[in-house]
């Protein structure tokens, strides 16, 4: 698969406009020098990294790394925090910039025409040429094999064999198919001119030994051998009782104990915990985008898709390719179903800590900023000073000095006092109107 981005001439073309090609199975877009298509932005609408092209799994994704939004085919909103899957002639809009991903399918290879090569004589499995049919007066035969495992009907050998044997051979051939040529390397080959009286001796003693050293079972009671106990697979009918039921490796896993729910309650259980499963999953992956979406609002660095490890419920284009990632993992690059789902609520833990961490700190900030002693340093430096402290404003300026002072010890000594009201009510209103 080949992935192509160029410049679409009704957007800004920059330079020569070349196009650019994934390598690697990423491809990153930004005004850093660092990406793979570097767009020059001296207006700053484009973040340093402002987007990347994966390629993930045989899909191409687009994901939005940027604080303006990557926009897809022209849409009023852009990608935001969920990659977004794309095929060839869709655009990405980035600021004044328009692409259009090109993507190109593998060819499957021709398939090569074998060069006729002349078998050397005598070689296993190689039809006779015209050099061997010298073979066919001996035989008895008037034209060379017509395929492998061809008998003429007059072989010189049906009166030698008896019926005894030959019937044993017929009924011993499926099962030994595998092990002989392709009917060629059956040729007969005399190697005396006389046939010894004592022939059918040499015969029966053949037969009897291939019988010892390969001992054919009786029809119908061929057997496979059981593998060990600890590899048995589980048996598909769930039994009455036992560790490979699959109902009691799964309340057993939940905590609870298969016993105590009624037999016949048992499918309206099963349902309601399938659809309290789907709504996690869906939940999850929805805090995840919520957290993603307000690490790009303050620009802070985010989580990028990988060669491998990637957690399904932070990188899944649908609701449903998370839920199947986590109930049949089967695609490669994704953390196992239980480190994702540790992992995110690790995540989704630690956001809201850093949160409040994160607020405080932006408050302590904000109140150092409007320092006193700060204000007037600022207004020194722009020579801006001149009549601030004289006359009534100087009583302005000592009754500002008193409020920040007590506002500056309230913020280190009882930050909770002095943050918590005003955010306790503005959280409860988010609240409500998400309700």
Known sequence: MSVTVRFQT????????????????????????????????????????????????????????????????????????????????????????????????????????????????????????????????????????KGPGHVPANDPLDELLPPAAENKQEEDAPQFSGQHGDGVDDSFRPSNAIIPDDWEDDFQSTASQQERQVPLPEKGQVRTQPLPAATQMPPHVRPVSGDTDPLTAFFAMLGTDLAKIPEQELPATMARLGQIMRLSIIGMREILMTRSSIKSEFRMEQTQITSGHNNPLKFSVSPEQAIDAIVQPTQRGYLPPQEAVEEALNDIKAHEIAMITGMEAALNNLLSRLDPAAVVKKMEETGGSGGLLKNKKANYWEKYEQMYGELSDQAENDFQELFSKEFARAYQDQLDRLK
């Open 10 to 145: 009704t957007g800004t073309v920059p330079g020569t406009g070349a196009p650019v090609t994934m390598t690697g199975g990423a491809l990153t877009i930004g005004r850093g020098p660092e990406n793979d298509m570097v767009l020059p932005d001296p207006e700053r609408l484009i973040s340093k990294r402002h987007c990347a092209l994966e390629d993930h799994g045989g899909s191409i994704l687009v994901v939005d790394l940027s604080t303006n939004g990557t926009f897809l085919n022209y849409a009023k909103s852009p990608v935001g925090a969920s990659p977004k899957p794309l095929k060839s002639g869709d655009i990405l809009v980035l600021g004044t910039y328009e692409l259009v991903v090109e993507i190109t399918e593998d060819e499957p290879a021709a398939p090569m025409t074998p060069t006729p090569v002349r078998p050397q004589r005598n070689a296993p499995h190689s039809l006779p040429d015209d050099d061997d049919d010298f073979l066919d007066d001996i035989l008895g035969r008037g034209s060379s094999p």
